[in-house]
């Protein structure tokens, strides 16, 4: 029938995510601790760079792998920041957000049938990019509160059909941050068993606590393996400006580079001379951005850590905070849905996120301080309405 829809797109849901995102839009006086976004706006600086670019006439395509003097400082970035050496003739491109990147690396690399291994709980859009490409999701559940790299459980997963292992790092929505040794481990078994490792490190620069953050295609032996993404959305707090890169060995940057001009062309221009201006310029607006969301992780856990049944670790990165509720007795769902409507706070059930992040909540600690105390506040008296608090 021609009205009827492609299997494709009838695989895959809309996010859980976007989903409550439309529900809070209409419910007034709710304090957000859902969204995945920075809520500082984007450095002057970064805007000026635009303002001129359009100004000056940058607003025509350019090639689908990005400006070239664009890809030269996501090199040199590379190079000095995650000990990665690539080529950006051949290895960087500039994609719509990470998004892009993510859709075009799936298309690129998964055939139907191939499996590709997720750390769960996860970011649930790689679900459907996987879905959309054919391939078919492996979950691979990691232990609360930490939720280190199992290599015990990693090594189960593995069969002749596994193509690809993604892991996000840090992590949304558990905050950790991977070691340089559970990455070497992971390392040692891609070259092994010979599959790729997809490595989302969005929130690289979003660390506390002289966490290092390591990636893992510096790994001896792990350039040609691993797919990695990042974006200018968080760290600088360009959400909206949809841009970031993947880089990749050439092969696969090829295909990335074709399926990316299918889907958007190329990035914007002026969009694109911001981005370099935001690379080059000197960081002291990120290590701000940085050092409010731990004096926000600080209070905030310490805070939440202070009503009975509910307990939270302080995250190791991102802007987000992943506490354990099953001490309220009420599936994540079901406690997200009434801290909605009865104490006007908006978080993620941990269930968005996969079966293993039941139990928690996701709560974005992109509000201001003052925001971040008054949601505690309200969490507190309606956790004191709950049945099964109200008899202890
Ligand atoms: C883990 C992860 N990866 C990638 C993205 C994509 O971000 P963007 O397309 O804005 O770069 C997000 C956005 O929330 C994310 O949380």
């Known amino acids: 029938m021609a009205e009827s829809l492609s299997t494709r797109v009838n695989s895959i849901e809309t996010s859980p995510i976007r989903k409550l995102i439309d529900m809070v839009d209409k419910i007034p006086n709710v304090i957000g601790l859902h969204a995945g976004e920075p809520d500082f706006d984007t450095p002057m600086h970064i805007i000026e760079a635009a303002k001129k670019a359009l100004n000056e006439g940058h607003t025509h395509y350019t090639h689908t792998a990005g400006l070239p003097e664009l890809r030269e400082a996501i090199a040199e970035k590379l190079l000095k920041e995650n000990n990665i050496k690539a080529d950006p003739e051949t290895e960087i491109t500039v994609t719509v957000g990470g998004f892009a990147a993510l859709f075009s690396t799936f298309q690129t690399v998964i055939n139907p049938a191939d499996e590709v291994i997720v750390t769960e709980p996860s970011w649930p859009s790689y679900e459907g990019f996987i879905k959309l490409s054919g391939g078919i999701p492996v979950h691979l559940q990691l232990k609360a509160p930490d939720y280190p ?128 201006t935001a690379l080059t310029a000197p960081n002291d607006c990120v290590q701000q951005m940085v050092r409010k969301y731990k004096e926000r992780r600080d209070i905030t856990v310490e805070a939440l850590n202070d009503i009975p049944g509910l307990q939270c670790i302080k995250p190791k990165g991102t802007f987000y905070l992943f506490p354990d509720v099953q001490g309220l007795g009420l599936p994540s769902a079901n406690l997200a849905e009434q801290m909605l409507k009865k104490a006007k706070v908006a978080t993620i059930p941990g269930s968005a996120f996969g079966p293993s992040g039941e139990g928690h909540l996701r709560m974005s600690i992109s509000v201001s301080k003052k925001d971040l105390l008054e949601a505690v506040k309200r969490i507190k008296s309606f956790v004191r309405t709950l049945p099964s608090r109200r008899d202890r």
């Open 149 to 276: 790299l199992d290599v015990n459980s990693l090594k189960e997963k593995i069969t002749e059909h596994t193509k690809m292992v993604v892991i996000n790092n840090p992590n949304n929505p558990t905050g950790a941050v991977y070691s340089k040794k559970e990455l070497k481990v992971l390392a040692s078994l891609a070259k092994k068993h010979g599959f790729l490792v997809l490595a989302d490190e969005v929130y690289e620069k979003i660390v506390f606590d002289n966490t290092h953050h390591y990636s893992i295609a510096s790994l001896t032996g792990m350039k040609e393996k691993t797919i990695t993404v990042n974006s200018f959305s968080k760290t600088y707090a360009m959400t909206g400006w949809r841009i970031g890169y993947v880089v990749s060995n050439e092969k696969i940057t090829t295909g990335i580079r074709r399926i990316h001009s299918y889907a958007v062309s190329c990035v914007s221009p002026a969009f694109q001379k911001a981005a370099l």
